[in-house]
C-alpha cells in the first residue's frame, strides 16, 4: 500500500485519481511517500527516507525548499496551467476595472446607499466614474504561455488590438495563439505601443536586461510608455518597482495598476486596484490542480516517469513492459552511467532499456530489466553521486 500526507486541504476529486486500494492517506508525514501541497510553508521541515515526491497544486513552488529535496533526491512537481483559466478570467476583468472606474463608482455608491434621493444622486454623481471601453485598445502582453496566451486570444475576441513578446514561446504555445496577434520581439516595443500592459512572465533575476524580469516595470521602462498607460500584474509581485509605480500614478502618467498581489506599500496606494490574490481562487482551479498534482504522482510513483518537475528533468519511458525497472536520482556528473553500466554486467545482468536526463545539477535514470533487481538496488545505492534509488517495478 502506498502512503501519501496532504500539507493542505486538497481537493476530493483529485484525491479520488489515488484509488484506496492501492493509496492510503496517513497523517504523519514522516510516513509518506508523496505529499500533496498548496500553501503550506515547508522550509523549515525535516523529511524522511520515505519520501519520493511532493505535489503543488499550482504553479508557484516558492514555499518548497527545492534545492534541499533534490539533494535529497526528492522529485518536486507542480501544475502549470491547470489554472490558467481563472488567472485569465480575472486579469480581463482587471482590465475592465481598470479602464471603467466601477470600484470607485461602488464605493460611492455606499456613501449615499441611506438618502432616501439615492436614485436621483446615482444619476447625478455617475459622470465622476465615467471610463473608457477596451475595444479598439492596444493590449501589450508580456509573456505568451499558459496564461497570457489564453489572454491574448480572448482579448482579440473583444475587439483589442494585441501585441505579444516571449523569446521562449513553445512550439505549442505558438500554435495555439491566434494568427491576429502582433508578435514584437523586445519588450520596449510593448511598453512604446500599448495603452494597457498585462505581464506574465516567471521572476528572474539576471545581470541581461532582455534575460531579467525582477522590476521589469520600473522608473525607465515607465518612461517609455504613454501617458494614461493601465499596468496588469497577476504574474509576480517583484516584477514591479513600486516606488515607481507609485510615482508614475502621482504624476498620471498610469491611470491604474491592478495587482493579485498586495503588499505593505501597494495596498493602500492611490491608483491601484489590489486583488487579494484571487486569480487560481476558483473551485475550477482548485480541481483542476488537485486532479492534475495526483496524476503526476500516480505516474511517478507506479511508472518513475516525470512530468512537470521543477527540481529533477522530465521523463517519460511509458508503462514498464520488462520484469523490472529501476529509477534513479543522482548528481549531474561525469561517469554515473558507466558506473551504473559496471554495476549490472558485474551482476551479469542485461540492460532492456535505459534513459538519462539532466536538469542543472540533478539529473535522472530510469532502466528497464528482465530480471529481479533487489542486489543492483543496493549497489546502486553504494555509488557516490546517488541520492535516491528505487524499484519501480
Known sequence: MKKYAC??????????????????????????????????????????????????????????????????????????????????????????????????????????KDDENVAKLVEKGKSKFAGTEIKGKKLGIIGLGAIGGPLANAARHLGMEVYGCDPYISVDAAWNLSRDIKHVKTREEIFKKCDIISVHTPLIENEDPNVNTKKMINAETIGMMKKGVIILNFARDLLVDDDAMQEALASGKVRKYVTDFPNAKTAGMAGVIAIPHLGASTEESEDNCAVMAADEIKDFIENGNITHSVNYPSMDAGICATETRIAICHLNVPNMLAQFAGVFAELGQNIENMLNKSKGEYAYTIIDINNPADELVEKIKGIEGVLKVRKVK
Open 7 to 112: 500539507l493542505n486541504p486538497i481537493a476530493a476529486v483529485g484525491l479520488n485519481r489515488l484509488p484506496k486500494e492501492d493509496y492510503t492517506k496517513v497523517e504523519d508525514v514522516n510516513e509518506a511517500e508523496a505529499l500533496l501541497v498548496r500553501s503550506a510553508v515547508m522550509h523549515e521541515m525535516e523529511f524522511s527516507d520515505n519520501l519520493l515526491c511532493v505535489a503543488r497544486a499550482g504553479a508557484g513552488v516558492n514555499n518548497i525548499p527545492l534545492d534541499k529535496l533534490a539533494k535529497q533526491g526528492v522529485v518536486v512537481f507542480n501544475t502549470p496551467g491547470a489554472n490558467a483559466n481563472g488567472v485569465k478570467e480575472l486579469a480581463i476583468c482587471g482590465m475592465l476595472l481598470a479602464s471603467r472606474d466601477v470600484v470607485g463608482g461602488i464605493n460611492w455608491v455606499q456613501t449615499v
